[in-house]
């Protein structure tokens, strides 16, 4: 499979470095030159988050289809807000509008207080139960010729059809955490797996762990998607220069915004997912990693979602996402803190370096 880019669908202007907060609301005009930039670019997916306080996602998955050519919404989902059968049919039909362009990101939740906003009280044992079972009966739905049953522990329907098919052979699901749950139901579930930006060695413990539980069920290995928050610039210097700015920014926004108001942690302040919490172990073993993997900014934010930054030139940044494709990551997400102009700037200057050297190797890459 060819190596791939993804970028996140910023729907304003706002991230953890301006004044606003993160992903604040939905700016329809800033969305949409944000879409048509990534589909001018050549990246090839964007992700579409979730969250409780968040814009509809499938609204926006369809937004993005609706305005490019090109580029595919990997439209993130948590089970057990929406009955399967539904949520096949208006997943079926974003991708016939899109022939063929997308994909769903099972999110099982990390959470509780986040979960319990849209009134989920499962355990974390039982979401990611769930979410195996939800992922069963999606493909169930997509490959059945006439009305189908399920009779599992979440979910029960009897003689369910329906006209609408995906224009994919089958949409591609990715399953993402650092949990052991996480690695058992991507590993049996996952076409593609998700990772935050850990240092080379860790990132590799994760794909084995992922690989094996695959290798158990003799199913193919999950694709491996890694994200990192790139800071770039002309030269190592004035890369680090902006890497510092921005981290500044970070703390004032940090500092003005209420306490768990919108990542709530437990008593003693560490987050409650595994992903969080490697990630700030991470951090507190040293504030640069391998090649250009810097930490800071996930002390400051508490790890609040993908936060590690790769800092340098165009050059660095693009030598270390190839590191992580020598350790098997076909698809690489990067997306930036001044969302829209940081995406012209990859599109213009590393994706080109780093698809330069794998054709120069043969690796393939997407057209």
Not at 110 to 139: C, H, M, P, W
Not at 318 to 330: Q, T
């Amino acid at each position: 499979m060819p190596v791939e880019f993804i970028s996140a669908t910023h729907t304003t202007n706002t991230t953890e470095a301006t004044a606003g907060g993160r992903h604040a609301g939905f700016d329809v005009d800033y969305t949409r030159r944000f879409v048509r930039a990534l589909d001018d670019g050549g990246f090839d997916w964007t992700l579409v988050a979730y969250s409780s306080a968040g814009v509809d996602a499938e609204q926006i998955a369809q937004f993005v289809v609706n305005n490019s050519e090109r580029v595919k919404p990997m439209l993130a989902h948590r089970p057990g807000f929406v009955f399967p059968t539904r949520v096949a049919k208006a997943l079926a039909t974003i991708d016939r509008i899109g022939k063929g362009r997308l994909g769903l990101h099972i999110i099982s939740g990390g959470n509780d207080t986040e979960q319990a906003r849209e009134g989920d009280y499962l355990t974390k044992v039982q979401r990611y139960a769930r979410s195996e079972e939800f992922i069963r009966v999606l493909r169930q739905v997509w490959a059945a010729t006439g009305p189908i049953s399920h009779a599992g522990e979440y979910y029960r329907f009897e003689g369910f059809a329906t006209d609408i098919k995906p224009y994919q052979d089958a949409i591609p699901i990715s399953v993402g955490g650092s949990s052991r749950e996480a690695y058992e139901v991507g590993g049996r579930q996952g076409d593609i797996f998700g990772l935050w930006g850990e240092p080379l060695k860790e990132t590799a413990e994760q794909i084995a762990a992922v690989n094996a539980v695959a290798d158990a069920a003799g199913r193919p290995h999950p694709r491996i998607w890694v994200s990192f928050r790139p800071i770039v610039a002309a030269t190592d210097e004035l890369a680090w220069e902006k890497a510092h700015r921005i981290l500044g920014q970070v703390k004032e926004t940090v500092a003005a915004t209420p306490k768990g108001a919108r990542y709530p942690a437990p008593g003693d302040g560490r987050p409650a997912n595994v992903g969080s919490q490697r990630l700030l172990d991470v951090a507190a073993r040293g504030e640069l990693h391998d090649r250009a993997l810097w930490t800071p900014l996930v002390t400051a934010t508490n790890a609040a979602g993908s936060s590690t930054a790769l800092v340098g030139s165009y050059e660095t940044v693009a030598k270390a996402l190839l590191d992580y494709v020598d350790i098997g990551c076909e698809l690489l997400s990067i997306r930036g803190y001044d969302p829209l102009n940081d995406a012209i700037d990859y599109a213009r200057y590393v994706l080109p370096l780093v698809r330069q050297e794998l054709a120069h190797r043969g690796t393939p890459v997407a057209a």
